[in-house]
Every structure is written in structure tokens, then in C-alpha cells.
């Protein structure tokens, strides 16, 4: 019976026949000339096509990653194109945001032109000096309550012959306003130079509060007037208050007179230092706040 032979002989029988050696001839098919010949083996044969696969990969990829070829690869991007997906993305994100203000501001001023109440949300609006004020305390102070109660009683602050008369004439007979800040009045209303509002410095970190009862309508930041909070009260008469640093209600948040709505900044290009430049405007028209306001103490 004749004898498999075993693994190790046919691995012995395969080495054997790779190290075998051809000759390879190049001959003149005219004249039957030797023109080239090599000795060949399998074994130099297979790791020479190795290293020309490994040769032929190597500069593929080398023209891939090194030169613009690869930006002709289905599915890549390069650096230049993700850049300006990502600035696009950013940018679409601020657009929505700003739509959605836009959005509940048009809609909160419908409905209070259509004399319907929107629901204060009593949620701060911080801005970006946020982390400063974090721990600032809010609720009403001893002085605060004192000077709701003295202006109450219109003892005071009550408002002189002239101012009365003006108010009867407007149609604001018997309203009183809150003094939004106490300090020191650095620039006074003057409508001739167009300056509609009077500014009023204090100490930083100092809130600013609402004259009136009333409902937030602009909470935003301008060029001009940095961050910005306008209140609508009623007979048609608004508030403005211009500069702050920080801002604590948001378009439809309904306030009360002496509620802190801000606190006294610098923001904005038509400033050289913190302070409040107050305005109020009755029926489209500016007043003049010191008719109505004691700003200080």
C-alpha cells in the first residue's frame, strides 16, 4: 500500500519547487540571437511583484494625502469646505434665534394692542456680563419699600403745579412714576440737539426699575444704545432705559412699578462711562422725565 506522504514533505516538496530556478531567454525571432536571459525563481518572483504592489500603493496614497487629488474622492471634504459648513451652521443657529425673538415680539405687541394680558414668565434674560451679577439680591430693599410707600402717599414726590397741568394735558392726570435710579443727572432732556431722554450716573452694580406698571415690548441689544429694554404703560406712554449692563426681563414680561428690570452699564457706542439714559415718549412724543421723576434722593 503505497504511503501518503506527510505535511512536512509537502512542505518541504513546495519550498523545494519556489527555490527551483528558470531561465528566462530574450531572443531575436530573426537571427535566433540571445538578446537577454535571467536566472528566475517562483520565490523571487512572487516577492518582487510584493514589492512593486507595495511601490505602486505607496505613491497612490502619497498623491492622495499630499496633493488636492484627494478633494476628488466621492465623500471627502476638505478643510476649507467643513470651515465654511460650520461658520454656515453657526450662522443659521443665530438666524433661528433672532427669528424666534422677532417672532414673540410681534406677538406679545399684538396681543397688547389688542388689550389682551400676557403672562409675565418672571425668567431673567441675562446678558453677557451674567456671572458678575449671579448672586446679585434682587428683592425689594428697606428703601425700596420706603420710597414705594412715600410716593404713594405723594408726599415727597408729589408732582408740582406745572408738572400736574402737564400731565392733565396729556391725559396722564394722577400718575405718578417710580423713580427708575437715584444718582446724579450729567445730561438733561434737550430737544433741540435731539437728545430725548435725560442720563442719570450711580454706583455700578445699581438696578435699574420700572417706572409703571407696564409690559416688557423690546428687550435687545443695539448699536447705539448697547442693551436696551423698553416698557409700554398705559395711555400709550413708554419707557426707555438705554446702556445697561445687564438685562433682567424679556419681551412680554409684565412688570410693576419699582420692579428691577436691568442693572446700570456702559454698553453700546453713545456712552463714555456707566450711566441710565432715561426717555419717555407719550403717544410718539418725547417728555421731558424731570416733569415727572425725582431723580435724586
Excluded: C
Excluded at 518572483?45 to 505607496?58: K, R, Y
Excluded at 434665534?97 to 388689550?115: C, E, H, P, W
Excluded at 435699574?208 to 436696551?228: C, E, H, Q, R, W
Amino acid at each position: 500500500m503505497e504511503k501518503k506522504p506527510s505535511n512536512r514533505e509537502k512542505r518541504q516538496e513546495l519550498i523545494k519547487k519556489l527555490k527551483n530556478k528558470y531561465r528566462l531567454v530574450v531572443m531575436n525571432d530573426a537571427t535566433f540571437d540571445e538578446s537577454f536571459s535571467a536566472y528566475l525563481t517562483p520565490l523571487n518572483v512572487i516577492a518582487g511583484a510584493t514589492l512593486v504592489f507595495l511601490f505602486i500603493a505607496f505613491i497612490v496614497v502619497s498623491l492622495i494625502v499630499f496633493t488636492p487629488l484627494k478633494e476628488y474622492i466621492p465623500g471627502y471634504s476638505d478643510t476649507q469646505t467643513r470651515i465654511r459648513a460650520l461658520d454656515t451652521t453657526v450662522k443659521v443657529d443665530s438666524l433661528e434665534k433672532a427669528q424666534s425673538v422677532y417672532t414673540s415680539y410681534f406677538d406679545n405687541l399684538m396681543r397688547i394692542l389688542n388689550g389682551e394680558m400676557v403672562t409675565d414668565t418672571s425668567q431673567m434674560a441675562l446678558g453677557s456680563d451674567t456671572r458678575k451679577y449671579t448672586n446679585l439680591d434682587l428683592s425689594a430693599s428697606a428703601r425700596d419699600s420706603t420710597l414705594r410707600k412715600e410716593i404713594e402717599s405723594e408726599e415727597e414726590f408729589a408732582l408740582s403745579e406745572e408738572a400736574k397741568s402737564v400731565s392733565e394735558s396729556l391725559g396722564l392726570a394722577g400718575t405718578i412714576l417710580f423713580p427708575p435710579i437715584i444718582g446724579t443727572i450729567t445730561a438733561e432732556f434737550d430737544s433741540k440737539i435731539e437728545h430725548y431722554g435725560i442720563d442719570v450716573t450711580a454706583k455700578e452694580g445699581e438696578t435699574i426699575k420700572a417706572v409703571l406698571d407696564g409690559t416688557v415690548v423690546m428687550s435687545s441689544f443695539t448699536s447705539d444704545g448697547g442693551n436696551v429694554i423698553q416698557i409700554l404703560h398705559a395711555n400709550n406712554l413708554v419707557s426707555i432705559y438705554k446702556h445697561n449692563s445687564v438685562l433682567l426681563k424679556k419681551v412680554g414680561d409684565r412688570v410693576e412699578a419699582g420692579d428691577s428690570i436691568a442693572i446700570i452699564g456702559n454698553s453700546g457706542e453713545l456712552t463714555d462711562g456707566p450711566h441710565l439714559h432715561f426717555e419717555l415718549w407719550y403717544n410718539g412724543s418725547p417728555l421731558n422725565p424731570m416733569e415727572y421723576i425725582a431723580f435724586s434722593s
